[in-house]
C-alpha cells in the first residue's frame, strides 16, 4: 500500500491497492456518495467496490449490499434459454457471485444471499425500490441505457453508498440507444460528492498477457 495514502484507507483494513489509480478510486469511495470506476477490465474496479462493500457490512457502516448488473447479450443471440428466471439470468450474475465467494468464503456467502444481507439483482428489477443503509454496486454499467441509470441512481436513499462500475469501449447496447456510462460522465463531472476514477491499460492488475490484449484492440480498432 502506498504510505502517503495510508490514513486516508484506514478503513479498509483488508483491501489492499496497487497502483495510484486503485487508491484514487478507494478513496472515492469512501469520501463520495456516488463513486463511478471507469476502463479497461482487469483493473480491479468490481473487486475493489465488492471487497469495500463487505468491509463496510463487516464494520456495520451499512446493513446491506446490493449488486446489480444489465442483463445483456455479449455480441449473439442465445435465444431461448430452460429452466426458471433465476436460472436464466444466473449466467449474466456469475461474476459477482464468484468475487463474493471468494472474499466471504463458504459459509458467509450462502449465509449472507439466504438472509437477503447480499442482494444480486439484474437491473429492471430495481424500478420503485429504494435503499437506505446500503451499499449499492452497478457493474457493466456501460449497457446500461440513459433511462435505466436515472432509474438506478434514484434509487439512492439515506446512508447509503453507490459504486458504477464500466468500459465504454465493450457497449453490447444496440447502436440506437446511448450508454447512460458515456451519459453520465458528461453530466456530473463537476459535482462533489461524485467522484470518477478512470482506469487504462497501464492500470490492468490481473495479467500482464490482458494488457497486451487491450493494448492491441485500442491500436487496431476498426
Known amino acids: 500500500m502506498y504510505k502517503v495514502m495510508k490514513k486516508k484507507l484506514k478503513i479498509f483494513n483488508f483491501i489492499k491497492p496497487k497502483n495510484k489509480k486503485q487508491i484514487l478510486y478507494l478513496n472515492n469511495i469512501l ?13 480491479g474496479k468490481t473487486y475493489l467496490a465488492t471487497a469495500s462493500a463487505i468491509d463496510f457490512l463487516n464494520k456495520r457502516k451499512i446493513y446491506r449490499i446490493i449488486l446489480v448488473r444489465p442483463i445483456v447479450e455479449a455480441g449473439e443471440k442465445l435465444g431461448f434459454l430452460p429452466g426458471s428466471y433465476n436460472q436464466k439470468i444466473d449466467p449474466y450474475l456469475s461474476p459477482i457471485y464468484d468475487i463474493l465467494f471468494e472474499i466471504l468464503g463458504s459459509n458467509y456467502y450462502k449465509k449472507y444471499i439466504k438472509n437477503n444481507i447480499i442482494e444480486v439483482l439484474p437491473l429492471a428489477y430495481m424500478r420503485g425500490r429504494t435503499f437506505n443503509d446500503c451499499f449499492v454496486i452497478l457493474d457493466e454499467a456501460q449497457n446500461a441505457t440513459i433511462n435505466q441509470m436515472k432509474m438506478f441512481l434514484t ?13 465504454i ?49 485500442e491500436k487496431n480498432s476498426l
Open 155 to 167: 434509487r439512492l436513499g439515506f446512508n447509503t453508498k453507490v459504486v458504477v462500475n464500466g468500459d
Open 169 to 217: 469501449s465493450q457497449i453490447d447496447l444496440n447502436k440506437k440507444s446511448m450508454s447512460g456510462l458515456i451519459h453520465a460522465i458528461k453530466i456530473f463531472k463537476n459535482y462533489k460528492n461524485i467522484g470518477f476514477t478512470f482506469f487504462k491499460s497501464k492500470d490492468i492488475m490481473r495479467s500482464a498477457i490482458i494488457r497486451d490484449i487491450i493494448n492491441a484492440y
Open 31 to 43: 469520501n463520495k456518495i456516488i463513486t463511478f470506476g471507469i476502463g479497461v477490465a482487469g483493473t
